[in-house]
């Protein structure tokens, strides 16, 4: 109901974002797009990672399918301890200008794990380092045997090469800081996702899915899922964007190397306000709390972290 009334969301339990790419364009860089497109200051974890389906077909639900993807598809394991922020290097000035920067080409990815040589090494140490291992119970199955006996110890199952395990056994038995489903974010936008109407095809690795997810914040663990469309043809339909300023965002994408938003709904969020539902709360607080210095109080907070109630025009909101 906030949402609806207050944050300029039709659904009242979404925010949208329409906008064009630069072809070329890693996912990456579109991460800092995000960043702007919904308000957040770059200040928390995140992932791109596939749906559930298309993971598990891929790596067949085993410890060997992941690995033989790694370095082509999926992030080594010690990527998330050295280096994904290989260029969070914002220090002082307009963030603004910064994230700017960020997602205008030309892209050039500067990370080192990725590159697919040392991924592979990354990951064929992995497999050394925890060459056997002691598979245990999963963590469910302890806490329901937990209420039974109170003195009930994590079983060990068996003793077996990592490699032969199930992704399943191996994640109840150790800890990858990134786990094992995020996406190298050197790759293509338009390599990884299929157009809606497009078929993926099996006997090709990319494109490999219709929706791509965006995972920012593991606390407030806000979702962005993202899906590709070969044209405007239903925004044109329904009058949401016109011709001349589809033209318009085109000719800046292609002129500019940067993306351009040509439709939105939803007021911008922000970081640490407990997801969307803790959003609708602060608006709510903000718009109807009976208590006016608590309300100005959310305001001037909201406000520090770069929020704004202000109608914003798609032109600007990157």
Avoid at 239 to 261: F, Q, R, W
Wanted: hydrophobic share 35%.
């Amino acid at each position: 109901r906030m949402l609806i009334r207050y944050g300029e969301s039709n659904s009242g339990d979404s925010i949208t974002r329409d906008i064009l790419i630069p072809s070329d364009m890693p996912l990456h860089n579109l991460h800092y797009a995000i960043q702007k497109l919904f308000g957040w200051q770059n200040t928390h974890l995140r992932s791109f990672y596939l749906p559930e389906e298309i993971y598990s077909k891929l790596t067949g639900g085993t410890v060997k399918g992941w690995t033989d993807l790694v370095g082509v598809l999926f992030q080594p394991p010690s990527e998330a301890e050295h280096d994904v922020f290989w260029d969070d290097d914002y220090e002082r000035g307009s963030f603004k200008v910064w994230l700017k920067k960020k997602y205008t080409g030309p892209y050039i990815y500067g990370g080192i794990m990725e590159e697919p040589e040392i991924a592979k090494q990354d990951v064929e140490r992995f497999l050394e380092q925890f060459n056997m291992i002691e598979v245990r119970e999963s963590f469910m199955d302890y806490i329901d045997r937990k209420e039974q006996d109170e003195n009930a110890e994590m079983k060990i199952i068996k003793i077996a090469p990592i490699i032969d395990l199930t992704l399943e056994e191996m994640n109840a038995s150790l800890i990858i800081e990134g786990g094992t489903e995020s996406l190298l974010e050197r790759l293509e936008v338009n390599k990884v996702i299929a157009a809606q109407g497009e078929e993926v095809d099996s006997n090709n690795l990319f494109p490999v899915t219709k929706e791509l997810i965006y995972n920012y914040d593991f606390g407030d663990n806000w979702i962005v899922k993202i899906s590709k469309y070969k044209d405007c043809e239903d925004l044109l339909k329904q009058n949401i964007v016109g011709e001349y300023e589809l033209e318009e965002a085109e000719e800046i994408v292609l002129d500019k190397h940067k993306p351009v938003c040509i439709n939105k709904e939803g007021l911008s969020v922000l970081d640490d306000v407990g997801g969307l539902s803790g959003f609708a709360d602060l608006l709510g607080t903000i718009y109807e709390g009976e208590d006016k210095e608590e309300a100005s109080g959310a305001r001037a907070w909201a406000k520090s972290l770069g929020w704004s109630a202000a109608k914003i025009s798609n032109k600007i909101m990157i």
